[in-house]
């Protein structure tokens, strides 16, 4: 079973950074392309960031290129994501997915980021 622990959000002003994580397990992580994605309230859910599972590429939404840094660590399953110099409009409930599951809508609980002053 795919479980998905994201972790890392909270109330920050803007400028700040967070650093958010996930705890995966129940599927080969290492083989996995991840992502994370945000919902912020009323708006449907958008990919922020990505990152191959073989190469490591690495790919970002235009609102977060140059201050948000995906990175994983293959030896714990464990994704993240580096958020600098937020911003108000980054508030929003952030998950991690591998890309593989998106179809089949199996999201874990979240963490939520609220940037405001």
């Known amino acids: 079973q795919v479980q998905l622990v994201e972790s890392g959000g909270g109330l920050v002003q803007p400028g700040e950074s967070l650093r958010l994580s996930c705890r995966t397990s129940?599927?080969?992580?290492?083989?996995?392309?991840m992502s994370w994605y945000r919902q912020a309230p009323g708006k449907e859910r958008e990919l922020v960031a990505a990152?191959?599972?073989?190469?490591?590429?690495?790919n970002y939404a235009a609102s977060v290129k140059g201050r948000f840094t995906i990175s994983r660590d293959n030896a714990e399953n464990t994704l993240y994501l580096q958020m600098t110099s937020l911003k108000p409009e980054d508030t929003a409930v952030y998950y991690c997915?591998?890309?593989?599951?998106?179809?089949?809508?199996?999201w874990g609980q979240g963490t939520q980021v609220t940037v405001s002053s």
């Open positions: 990152i191959t599972s073989l190469s490591g590429r690495k």
């Open positions: 997915i591998p890309d593989w599951a998106v179809e089949f809508d199996q």
């Open positions: 129940g599927f080969f992580f290492r083989s996995s392309d």
